[in-house]
């Protein structure tokens, strides 16, 4: 069975501080991940995902992610945070086929002026 | 481009109520569908999704079913909602996956369910 695992319910961060949402799954075979964002009282906007190739992914908003096969991570980060980062972040993976998205419970970004 | 629209946006029913939200894609054909669950602001629920007309797999054994009467139409129904219903409701789409493809899914804006 495939799952992720978002270690963190909250991420407290400094405005123009880097920031890392942290992200490990599991999965047989190689995995699909992918970064998701949900402001209040809305859907989920896609960031960005990892299929294959480059480890470090770039993906919206100045979002980027780093893939680790060694230790089945997909942490998400940004070189500077800004208050309207402030949101809920999923991370998700898929293994090959024809399979719905699996969700991490989720880690809230909160971004400080 | 695509576009994915779920109706009503907010809905408050009574306790043994019916229960209809639809959610329609535009700009693609053949799309998978899903609905998911949100309680509380957290975690999402999967609790139904189709790779095609008439084809349905549940997730989760409940007083909700989902249909697909139209390739791009998908709604979710109870025939009586219970309080523990109550949640935020997110429909998504995402192509048609051949093996090995890794396509992202997108989610409409959601519907705001409260049982009372």
């Known amino acids: 069975a495939q799952s992720v695992a978002q270690p963190e319910d909250q991420v407290n961060v400094a405005e123009g501080n880097p920031l890392t949402v942290k992200c490990t799954y599991s999965v047989s075979g190689n995995p699909y991940l992918f970064w998701y964002v949900q402001y209040p009282n809305r859907g989920l906007q896609f960031l960005l995902k990892?299929?294959?190739?480059?480890?470090l992914v770039k993906g919206s908003y100045g979002f980027e992610a780093e893939f680790n096969k060694s230790q089945t991570s997909f942490h998400l980060k940004k070189p500077s945070a800004l208050v309207s980062d402030s949101a809920l972040y999923f991370c998700a993976v898929r293994a090959r086929g024809n399979t719905p998205l699996v969700f991490g419970k989720g880690t809230r970004l909160s971004v400080i002026a | 481009s695509q576009t994915i629209h779920q109706w009503p946006a907010t809905l408050v029913q009574p306790v043994g109520s019916p229960l209809s939200l639809e959610c329609t894609v535009e700009g693609t054909s053949n799309p998978n569908l899903y609905w998911y669950r949100q309680a509380a602001g957290r975690g999402l629920q999967l609790l139904f999704y189709s790779v095609g007309i008439g084809q349905i797999s549940s997730e989760v054994p409940q007083n909700l079913s989902a249909s697909r009467p139209q390739d791009r139409q998908f709604i979710l129904s109870s025939k009586k909602l219970l309080l523990s219903d109550s949640g935020f409701y997110l429909c998504a789409w995402s192509v048609l996956i051949s093996f090995g493809q890794g396509n992202e899914q997108y989610f409409g804006p959601g519907t705001r369910l409260t049982v009372t």
């Open positions: 990892y299929i294959t190739g480059d480890n």
